[in-house]
């Protein structure tokens, strides 16, 4: 299979066109290799089949996550060229590629180092910290930030609860974030789980932005939890 890179001068829906043929080549298999464990097999067997893993791998993105920000911005159009653009959660970084291949500029943040991205200034460390959300401020030299995504998800422990009040965190530590640094106007993609956000959460947000929608790309597998808050349309309170 062909390698097809990531450059400025093809935009991701021509990626996916270009790549609907190589979905065609992809013949489900089954992974019969005895010495994974079964969970191990389905995982493998899961990526074998899986058409976003093929067009990932085709299109030059370092994972398949890419294609939700795609299927977002396809919905609701929110990075444009003129966008600066802060990616919370970015590793390995494939949502960081589309966005920079759409946009003026984008600072990734991430707990763990992500592989060096043109058009990316990236900052390791962790964003509930003070000390990290400062050096994003200074990246921006001054700017507003037009789009926040966040593709943040803590590490799950299994217990609901708890999941939910990590998860809670990071999309108060985001909106917070975008109260000091979003541009009116602005835009926030935010992953959540579990039936969506909280009433607590869904309140906040609507104080802030003129529309919230809860999307579910088709690229997020139908048995993950996860899906996305997108706000447009930012009131900012200064
Ligand atoms: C699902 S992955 C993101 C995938 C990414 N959007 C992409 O397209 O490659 C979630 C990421 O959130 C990061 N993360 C979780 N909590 C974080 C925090 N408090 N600060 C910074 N990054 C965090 C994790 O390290 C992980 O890499």
Same mark, same amino acid.
């Given at each position: ?36 464990? #079964? ?5 493998? #067997?899961? #990526? ?56 003026? #500029? ?66 108060? $530590? ?12 602005? $835009? ?51």
């Amino acid at each position: 299979m062909g390698v097809l890179r990531v450059s400025e001068h093809l935009p991701p829906c021509v990626i996916i066109n270009t790549v609907v043929q190589v979905l065609s080549s992809v013949v489900p298999e089954k992974v019969h290799n005895k010495r994974l464990k #079964q969970s191990s097999r389905n995982w493998v #067997q899961r #990526q074998i089949n899986d058409p976003y893993v093929a067009m990932a791998k085709a299109s030059g993105y370092r994972t398949r996550a890419a294609f939700k920000l795609v299927e977002i911005q396809k919905k609701f159009g929110v990075l444009k060229k003129s966008s600066i653009v802060v990616d919370l959660g970015a590793a390995p970084g494939s949502w960081s590629q589309v966005a920079s291949t759409l946009c003026k #500029q984008v600072i990734a943040v991430d707990l763990l180092d992500i592989k060096p991205l043109p058009g990316v200034h990236f900052i390791r460390g962790d964003f509930l910290e003070e000390a990290t959300v400062r050096l994003v401020v200074d990246a921006l030299d001054g700017e507003r930030v037009d789009v926040v995504l966040s593709d943040m998800a803590p590490n799950s422990c299994g217990i609901k609860k708890v999941d939910h009040i990590r998860i809670t965190s990071l999309v108060e $530590a985001v909106y917070e974030f975008c109260d000091e640094m979003l541009r009116p106007g602005g $835009a926030m993609i935010a992953k959540v789980f579990q039936g969506g956000a909280s009433p607590d959460i869904l309140c906040n947000l609507k104080r802030r932005f003129q529309t919230v929608t809860h999307f579910k790309p088709t690229a997020s597998r139908k048995e993950s939890p996860e899906l996305y808050l997108i706000s447009t349309g930012f009131r900012s309170p200064h």
